[in-house]
Nanobody, 115 residues
Framework: QVQLVESGGGLVQPGGSLKLSCTAS????????VLWYRQASGKQREWAAT???????RYADSVKGRFTISRDNAKNTLYLQINNLKPEDTAVYSC?????????WGQGTQVTVSS
């Protein structure tokens, strides 16, 4: 059974930082590209960042410079470091693992940025 479990969300003040995690089980994690998406209430899901199986990273323009995606294949875990949080970063953040054939999603973790 494949599972992706996100953690690390919470309530943070503007300008603060968070590090989100997504731990995978049931897949050979190192073979997958993994992505972070986010969805704000009432809005469409938005892609934020990707890290490929080779370690190549890409970011949406809206998060570039503040978000850092990384992975630890030994721990089957994906990370998203978010710095200088803004109220518009408030959303449910979900991880997605793809290998060209399979497509798996986590349940998401809520990030709320508010003073």
């Amino acid at each position: 059974q494949v599972q992706l479990v996100e953690s690390g969300g919470g309530l943070v003040q503007p300008g603060g930082s968070l590090k989100l995690s997504c731990t995978a089980s049931g897949i050979i994690f190192s073979r997958y590209s993994v992505l972070w998406y986010r969805q704000a209430s009432g809005k469409q899901r938005e892609w934020a960042a990707t890290i490929t199986s080779a370690g190549t990273t890409r970011y949406a323009d809206s998060v570039k410079g503040r978000f850092t995606i990384s992975r630890d294949n030994a721990k089957n875990t994906l990370y998203l470091q978010i710095n200088n949080l803004k109220p518009e970063d408030t959303a449910v953040y979900s991880c997605n693992a793809v290998d060209g054939v399979h497509n798996y999603w986590g349940q998401g973790t809520q990030v709320t940025v508010s003073s």
